[in-house]
C-alpha cells in the first residue's frame, strides 16, 4: 500500500510558476513508475507527466512540453512537477499516481496506475 499527498498548488498568475511535490509513503517508492495528471471541472483526468522508476526517463502530454518538468528524488520519496509559463488552461486539478506494474519506461493511461493521491488545486488567473 502506497500513500501519496500532493502540496504546493495555488492561485498564480498567467506567466508564473509552480513547483507542485508528492510525498509517498513507504519503503519501496523506487519500485514505482509516477504519473502526474490534471483534471478540469467537467472534464476527463488528462495524463500530464510521468517518469520511470530510476527517473532516467520522463514523457510529458504536448500541450505541457517545454514548460513542465517532472522529477523525483527516490531518497526523499518525492515526485515533482515544476510548472512554468502557466496558462489559464492549465487550471485543474493535479493529481500524482505511482505505477507499479510498469518495469521499463513509463505509461500515459490513468488505468495504468494503482495509486493516487487527492489532489491539489492549481488556478491561473489571465
Known amino acids: 500500500q502506497v500513500q501519496l499527498v500532493e502540496s504546493g498548488g495555488g492561485l498564480v498568475q498567467a506567466g508564473g510558476s509552480l513547483r507542485l511535490s508528492c510525498a509517498a509513503s513507504?519503503?519501496?517508492?523506487?519500485?514505482?513508475?509516477m504519473g502526474w495528471f490534471s483534471q478540469a471541472p467537467g472534464k476527463e483526468r488528462e495524463f500530464v507527466a510521468a517518469i520511470s522508476r530510476s527517473g532516467s526517463r520522463t514523457y510529458y502530454a504536448d500541450s505541457v512540453k517545454g514548460r513542465f518538468t517532472i522529477s523525483r528524488d527516490n531518497a526523499k520519496n518525492t515526485v515533482y512537477l515544476q510548472m512554468t509559463s502557466l496558462k489559464p488552461e492549465d487550471t485543474a486539478v493535479y493529481y500524482c499516481?505511482?505505477?507499479?506494474?510498469?518495469?521499463?519506461?513509463?505509461?500515459?493511461?490513468?488505468?495504468?496506475?494503482?495509486?493516487w493521491g487527492q489532489g491539489t488545486q492549481v488556478t491561473v488567473s489571465s
Open positions: 499516481a505511482a505505477d507499479l506494474g510498469t518495469v521499463v519506461g513509463v505509461s500515459v493511461e490513468p488505468r495504468k496506475y494503482d495509486y
Open positions: 513507504g519503503r519501496t517508492f523506487s519500485r514505482y513508475a
